[in-house]
């Protein structure tokens, strides 16, 4: 069975996109590979026919450049007056959001989504602007150009041989409704540009002599172009997934590569990554797990190893589980619409393969209109895996179904002088059914065969012979051994399947439940125990969480009170926390570690370490690292909040002290001014008439002026004691 939901990590994100995009106003970004293509003129375009319609459609701003047809086409909408901003001794005409949103018209235009705003607005950036316009339900159109798409910065820089400093978030590019690429040939462009129809002429030559190059416009104009159509093969997998579309659609090369937990996955993986490169085509590296045989602790990390390297190479790593490794393969080519199937077959002898399932034989066989490409080697004896069945062998379940057959003999013998031969059969066909139903391959096997066997010996005539008399009775029999080998498989495949889905609702309850209780706790003490819990009982793992102190890492929570770290875990986590990498057990830095350590980043850097040892020694499958990662940075994420609202709270209390301070200051001060007054009048009286003052006026105003300073003494003290 195939995971057809969606990830955990993603399941929280997908429902709240959903429930946004219910509300969120609709955007649609015309998008060029250089200034000039006309893009401006292209919105302007569609948006007349809309506004003759009768719907509310507004500028609120466009850049025309001084051209005439832009101008022209303004004139037919209505304008929202620009803000003006003084920066600098300077007037900047700017978009006016607020004005925007008190008019809320059904849809406005604003160009150049990259702009920077002047100083002082709300928003620093423009793109910010349009996804407040969105969030209260009006839609927008917008230009755009390739180079300012972030996740293309570096590309571009290599391009143009400049860094373009004005970006706009892939997440914006992501939220868009539709994206219209508008686009004309190099040649034109620059005529348009010599022409005056891209900046005014005293620009011209300046722009065609750093930016305008043939050669960047053509660059410029493939990453358009690759942008658009990945755009486009998004939204094509996300309307097969919908329409529930098996066949394939062969719109773009897209590669599954089938990983085993042999070496031989390596080369197949490399390979897989070369032809990708080549064909310019995304790859999945897919690893299906069967209940039939569960692999050894060695093999299954080989496995997980093998996948690793994939995700390393580019690859998107998916682990499956199902019965049968064909179908769940070919079921999950479909889902992703993949053209190429590579699968490594290795060299056996003929008379190996009539008695063994051959995978790349049975994938070409249902591979349909999906190509298969089968890699082989020259060794003539495959790498034997170990596997076992079972981590122990079933006993008790192996006893049950002799039990069962021994009981269904006496019941036998009781009815046997009053039932008919096939009626008694019916009793060890219900025996073996019931063993069936325990799930188990083995002791449903020994109850069929031992079932027909004892059948045969006491009920079937000739008695206490294993010969049969009546080929009708050897039918039945064959019947009883195919019925119970049938309930036995349906009975492993249902119970695969219900533990693979009882395994996702678990992690997915627990990503979701994490993010509630996360959300409505305060305090690093209270997060860091319920991310710590949580990750512990979701994987069956020892957690330990490390945050700094005094420029050392301390461990902070741990979900056993015994769990202690040695020296070298310690300066594990301390490299971990300083370079903000995952490191330890099954990665390829530090691996020798037996736990594995990964960063809480916060916006600002590392705020912390989880240390994770997994009990059984097994290596995390690729799903639960990123599951792994994502709760990480929920905790990260909830610790980063937490310490804002710490600080603001402080600043709050800070400001409200300093408040305070100030009115009692300013309360003191005006009882002192009167004493200050009395004391400055005495002492200048003493100045003034020192020379004719006797000596009783002169105690007296000295007695005064001490009695005045004594005034202020105390009220200094008191305000020093209030201060405090």
């Known amino acids: 069975m195939s995971d057809k939901r969606p990830r955990p990590e993603k399941f929280l994100k997908q429902i709240q996109d959903e429930e946004q995009k219910e509300k969120r106003g609709k955007l649609k970004i015309y998008l060029g590979a250089a200034p000039g293509v006309g893009k401006t003129h292209e919105m302007l375009q569609d948006a007349l026919p809309i506004r003759k319609k009768g719907l509310d459609v507004l500028i609120g701003v466009v850049e025309s450049h001084g051209r005439r047809e832009i101008e022209h086409l303004i004139k037919n909408f209505e304008i929202l007056p620009r803000k003006i901003v003084h920066y600098r001794d300077k007037q900047l005409l700017e978009f006016d959001l607020d004005a925007a949103l008190q008019r809320h018209?059904?849809?406005i235009l604003v160009d150049e989504m990259a702009h920077t705003n002047a100083p002082n607005l709300r928003h620093k950036k423009r793109w910010q602007d349009i996804q407040e316009l969105l969030d209260r339900g009006i839609d927008v159109y917008t230009t755009l150009n390739v180079q300012h798409i972030e996740s293309l910065n570096d590309d571009v820089a290599q391009i143009v041989h400049a860094t373009i400093k004005e970006t706009v978030p892939d997440s914006m590019i992501e939220m868009a409704d539709t994206i219209e690429l508008v686009d004309i040939p190099p040649d034109e462009l620059l005529k348009r540009l010599q022409e005056g129809k891209v900046y005014i002429p005293e620009q011209a030559k300046l722009a065609v002599g750093n930016f305008f190059r043939k050669g960047n416009l053509i660059a410029l104009r493939e990453l358009a172009l690759r942008t658009t159509a990945e755009r486009v093969g998004a939204e094509v997998l996300l309307y097969r997934q919908g329409e529930g579309i098996k066949h394939i659609w062969p719109t773009k090369d897209k590669i599954l590569v089938c990983v085993g937990p042999r070496s031989e996955s390596l080369k197949l993986i490399r390979a897989a990554r070369r032809m990708a490169t080549s064909l310019q085509a995304e790859w999945i590296a897919v690893y299906v797990d069967t209940p039939k045989l569960k692999a050894s602790e060695e093999i299954r990390n080989q496995a997980v190893q093998n996948l690793r390297l994939a995700e390393q190479l580019g690859a998107e790593t998916r682990m499956l589980t199902g019965f049968d490794i064909v179908k769940e393969v070919m079921n999950f080519a479909r889902e992703q619409n993949v053209t190429q199937i590579m699968i490594w077959k290795s060299v056996r002898t003929r008379w190996h393969d009539l008695w063994r399932r051959n995978l790349a034989d049975e994938l070409l066989r249902h591979s349909g209109e999906i190509d298969v490409y089968v890699?082989?080697?020259?060794?003539?004896?495959?790498?034997?895996?170990?596997?076992?069945?079972?981590h122990l062998i079933p006993w008790r379940t192996y006893g049950f179904a002799i039990g069962f057959v021994v009981l269904a003999t006496v019941i036998d013998?009781?009815?046997?002088?009053?039932?008919?031969?096939?009626?008694?059969?019916?009793v060890y066909l219900l025996a073996a059914i019931t063993v069936a139903l325990l799930g188990k391959i083995g002791p449903s096997v020994l109850t069929s065969i031992l079932s027909v066997f004892v059948c045969d010996f006491f009920f079937i005539p000739p008695f206490y012979s294993f010969a049969i008399s009546d080929v009708e009775y050897l039918f039945t029999l064959i019947v009883v051994l195919i019925v119970t080998q049938v309930?036995?498989?349906?009975?492993?495949?249902?119970?695969?399947?219900?533990?693979?889905?009882?395994?996702?609702?678990?992690?997915?309850?627990?990503?979701?439940?994490?993010?509630?209780?996360?959300?409505?706790?305060?305090?690093?003490?209270?997060?860091?125990?319920?991310?710590?819990?949580?990750?512990?009982?979701?994987?069956?793992?020892?957690?330990?969480?490390?945050?700094?102190?005094k420029d050392r890492l301390k461990i902070q929570q741990k979900d056993k009170e015994e769990l202690q770290l040695s020296d070298k875990e310690q300066s594990v986590a301390e490299w971990v926390y300083d370079l903000g990498q995952m490191a330890g057990f099954g990665t390829d830095t530090l691996s020798f570690c037996e736990a594995l350590y990964i960063p809480l980043l916060a916006s600002q850097g590392p705020i912390g370490v989880l240390r994770i040892y997994s009990k059984g020694g097994w290596?995390?499958?690729?799903?639960?690292?990123?599951?792994?990662?994502?709760c990480a940075n929920q905790i990260a994420l909830a610790l980063e909040v937490d310490r804002l609202q710490e600080k603001r709270k402080a600043k709050e209390l800070r400001k409200e002290a300093d408040y305070m301070r100030n009115a009692l200051l300013q309360s003191v001060s005006q009882d002192m001014r009167a004493p200050l007054i009395s004391v400055l009048a005495k002492a200048n009286s003493l100045i003034e008439l020192g020379d004719t003052l006797q000596g009783d006026n002169i105690k007296k105003l000295g007695k005064e002026i001490y009695t005045e300073i004594e005034k202020l003494n105390q009220m200094l003290n008191q305000f020093l004691k209030k201060d405090e």
């Open 105 to 107: 018209p059904g849809l």
């Open 375 to 390: 890699m082989t080697g020259d060794e003539s004896k495959p790498e034997k895996i170990p596997a076992v069945r079972s």
């Open 413 to 426: 013998f009781v009815l046997f002088p009053f039932l008919s031969t096939s009626n008694l059969i019916m």
């Open 487 to 549: 309930i036995s498989h349906l009975t492993v495949l249902t119970r695969a399947q219900a533990h693979s889905a009882r395994l996702i609702e678990n992690q997915t309850s627990a990503l979701y439940t994490l993010s509630r209780q996360l959300a409505s706790t305060r305090g690093a003490n209270k997060l860091i125990a319920i991310g710590v819990q949580y990750i512990a009982k979701l994987l069956n793992c020892e957690v330990i969480a490390l945050l700094p102190e």
């Open 619 to 630: 290596l995390f499958t690729p799903e639960q690292m990123r599951l792994l990662e994502a």
